[in-house]
């Protein structure tokens, strides 16, 4: 059994920066690639970064230049640094990833239980 679990969102004013951070622990063996999601009310769910276990990202459009993705594999740990936020970046987010569990032979997708990132205007 694998757990993600989130932390670090809260309010903040627009400018503001918040980092998130997102923990796996279980029976790990391995984790290739880690993805932070946010959902507004109202809208689907969005990709905003990934990594990948080469370390290569990629971000949504609406956040390039402002949020940083990274991750630490010692720790099982994805970050999302979030600068220069606005309004819009209000939503819950969530943390992704894929892990190979010890004595399994497939990754599987797991997913963090969600954390509520609001920004005041």
């Known amino acids: 059994q694998v757990q993600l679990v989130e932390s670090g969102g809260g309010l903040v004013q627009a400018g503001g920066s918040l980092r998130l951070s997102c923990a796996a622990s279980?029976?790990?063996?391995?984790?290739?690639?880690m993805s932070w999601y946010r959902q507004a009310p109202g809208k689907q769910r969005e990709l905003v970064a990934a990594?990948?276990?080469?370390?290569?990202?990629n971000y949504a459009d609406s956040v390039k230049g402002r949020f940083t993705i990274s991750r630490d594999n010692a720790k099982n740990t994805v970050y999302l640094q979030m600068n220069s936020l606005n309004p819009e970046d209000t939503a819950v987010y969530y943390c992704?990833?894929?892990?190979?569990?010890?004595?399994?032979?497939?990754?599987?997708?797991?997913w963090g239980q969600g954390i509520q990132v609001t920004v005041s205007s």
């Open positions: 279980g029976n790990i063996f391995s984790i290739n690639g």
């Open positions: 992704n990833m894929g892990v190979l569990e010890v004595g399994t032979f497939v990754f599987a997708n797991y």
């Open positions: 990594v990948t276990g080469g370390r290569s990202t």
